[in-house]
């Protein structure tokens, strides 16, 4: 680990763990955050079905400018994505996440985003993350699923460098041999990732495993592990979902995985 260049992003000048704050709920703090929602937004009434059916999310998630491998792919609704998410969290109180993917976006996100996501595609998108270093909006940034620990921790720092301490980490599964799940969920990086910096560090085991039959475990394995929160993909109707519909859960096996968080986070000190 290159530890010297994690000036602002490592242990050695700040001892702390950092806590970040998207309106009212806090990463890095006892209490597990969990983000949920589904993988695209497709529509309002789909959003709110959602919203209203999951317990215990205290972020929604939903992406709207949707990097897709394949450009046939559904896109998303862009700006009017975000306007639905933003509307549906404005009632239920809840704080939203979504995904940039160019600069230009960038004061457009600042004005309706409460936190921004920089996805496992952009993680070295360097202009990017100096872009949003030089706000200080809630940064989610995703681990890209090729590299190291050391190189996410040395993107963070980018946004750091700029004057935008409000950094949240996320490990969500990197490409290895094993071909059975989607990814790799790398569990060890959490406590890897807690060694050497201070950053809040949360898992998405959606897009680690693509599966909803691995979530479950993964989830209680991240929160054991010491994640500080998780972000999971829930459709109202996944068979139908337009995106990632492979690895939605619904909202009934959501609801049931909440249940069965509660216990392993209190086992550590922690709560939900
Ligand atoms: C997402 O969370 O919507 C997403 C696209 O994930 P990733 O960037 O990790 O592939
Ligand atoms: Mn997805």
Redesign the pocket.
């Known amino acids: 680990m290159n530890v010297k260049d994690l000036r602002l992003s490592g242990r050695k000048n700040h001892k702390e763990n950092t806590i970040v704050k998207a309106k009212n709920v806090l990463f890095g703090s006892e209490k597990i955050v969990l983000i949920g929602g589904p993988?695209a937004v497709e529509s309002e009434k789909q959003v709110e079905e959602i919203a209203k059916g999951v317990h215990g999310v205290s972020v929604y998630r939903g992406?709207s400018f949707k990097?897709r491998t394949s450009p046939y792919s559904f896109l998303g609704l862009e700006k009017e994505g975000i306007q639905i998410l933003k509307k549906i969290s404005e009632e239920h109180k809840i704080p939203f996440v979504t995904?940039i993917t160019k600069i230009e976006d960038l004061d457009y996100f600042i004005e309706n985003v409460d936190i921004i996501?920089i996805?496992?595609?952009d993680m070295q998108n360097f202009e990017l993350l100096k872009a949003v270093g030089r706000t200080k909006k809630p940064v989610l940034l995703?681990r890209g699923f090729g590299n190291t620990i050391e190189e996410l921790l040395l993107s963070s720092e980018y946004i750091l460098k700029e004057g935008n301490p409000n950094v949240i980490l996320c490990e969500?599964g990197i490409r290895t041999f094993e071909n059975s799940e989607r990814f790799t969920l790398d569990i060890g990086a959490i406590s890897i990732i807690k060694r050497y910096s201070h950053l809040p560090v949360i898992v998405?085991p959606s897009?680690a495993s693509g599966d909803p039959f691995y979530i479950e475990s993964l989830s209680l394995a991240a929160i054991a592990a010491g994640a500080d929160g998780l972000m999971i993909e829930i459709h109202n109707d996944p068979a139908n979902a337009l995106s990632d519909k492979d690895q939605a859960l619904t909202i009934e096996q959501y609801n049931k995985l909440v249940e069965k968080i509660a216990p392993v986070a209190k086992a550590i000190g922690r709560s939900v």
Request: hydrophobic share 10%; aromatic share 0%; glycine share 16%.
């Open positions: 993988c992406g990097p995904e996501q996805g496992a595609r995703k969500r998405d897009h």
